[in-house]
């Protein structure tokens, strides 16, 4: 198998075969030997069936049907755990990723790359949605022991071995961007210029963007947790004057500095509750997703959880 296209899916019932078509005119020129594993995460609308109808009458087609909404992160794992292709590639239902992309991504990884990311041009963006972006990608990388560069998404091409080294992370807490970075191999970057939406609507509320960026931050380094002691210095030793400026005769400024020392406090409380969090969903050892229907698998739906 050439290669295994992977679509997570969710609320997708006229992006599924928009998508579907488009890579019937693409791919047979680009890789005669495919298959399509699009996975349904929950999905509320006619999405599911959809998929049934598209891999009864297509035999490169499969899916997965998740137990319920798992998140984009834990659909895209589920995809690659079937993928049985020798290169993967994984791009959005909504045709945000243009498939004509892929004959170059897959040009660029066969000449010595083991991932290749299509990044994303954002300068059609509203402002808006770019700012908080580049304050973003810029704190991570900032403190981050891997590069995550603005604009390098999910939409990527990988050899198998980068597939196999991304399954062999066992962590819940999954930001993707930072694991595909974290394997490391050689990378190339493709820019492309993405479109709009094609129907359905974004998951990326704004609550949804900043838990995104909490799982970014507190999952890839442990700076905050560093930070949080120097802070904690910091405030000790501001106390410390105060007390001798007191002693000394000073003004009564006791009671600002105990409720500055008291935010103080719960913020870093708030910061060691985020891994303690973390580190208690990881403990729990749950699989990332269920599997409740697949259709058009080669392996059946044995060992569906995990
Ligand atoms: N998606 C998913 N599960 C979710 C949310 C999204 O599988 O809980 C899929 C969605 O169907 C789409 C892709 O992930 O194929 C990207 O989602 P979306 O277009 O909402 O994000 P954006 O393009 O705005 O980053
Ligand atoms: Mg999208």
């Known amino acids: 198998m050439d290669l295994t296209v992977v679509v997570p899916c969710f609320n997708e019932q006229d992006g599924i075969p928009r998508l579907h078509a488009e890579l019937l005119r693409v791919l047979p020129g680009v890789a005669p030997d495919y298959e399509v594993v699009a996975v349904d995460d929950g999905s509320t609308d006619r999405t599911l069936p959809r998929l049934r109808e598209l891999a009864a009458s297509d035999p490169r087609f499969r899916y997965l049907s998740l137990s319920r909404n798992f998140g984009k992160e834990a659909a895209v794992l589920a995809g690659l755990r079937r ?4 290169r993967v590639v994984i791009m959005d239902a909504d045709l945000q990723h243009p498939p004509e992309l892929l004959g170059r991504m897959l040009a660029v990884l066969d000449s010595g790359h083991d991932q290749v990311v299509a990044c994303r041009d954002r300068s059609g963006e509203p402002l808006s949605r770019r700012l908080p972006a580049r304050f973003f990608y ?5 403190f981050c022991e891997v590069r995550v560069p603005d604009g390098a998404g999910d939409f990527r091409m990988l050899t198998r071995r980068a597939v196999q080294a991304l399954l062999a992370l066992p962590e819940q ?3 993707s961007k930072g694991l595909f970075a974290w394997i490391g191999f050689d990378t190339a970057h493709v820019p492309f210029r993405g479109g709009a939406r094609q129907g359905g609507r974004s998951r990326w509320t ?6 995104h960026g909490a799982d970014g931050l507190f999952s890839f380094h442990r700076k905050p947790l560093r930070g949080a002691g120097c802070v904690g210095a910091l405030v000790a030793t501001a106390g410390a004057v105060q007390a001798l400026r007191e002693l000394a005769g000073g003004g009564p400024l006791l009671a600002p500095v105990l409720l500055c020392a008291a935010g103080v406090q719960m913020l870093l409380l708030g910061v060691v509750g985020e891994y303690l969090g973390r580190i208690h969903l990881e ?3 749950r699989p990332h997703f269920l599997v409740k229907e697949s259709g058009g698998l080669a392996r059946g739906i044995g060992g569906s959880a995990g």
């Open 83 to 86: 993928a049985h292709g020798r």
């Open 138 to 142: 810029r704190l991570l990388n900032r």
């Open 173 to 175: 807490h999954r930001f």
């Open 206 to 211: 704004w609550r949804a963007l900043v838990e």
């Open 283 to 285: 403990t729990m050892g």
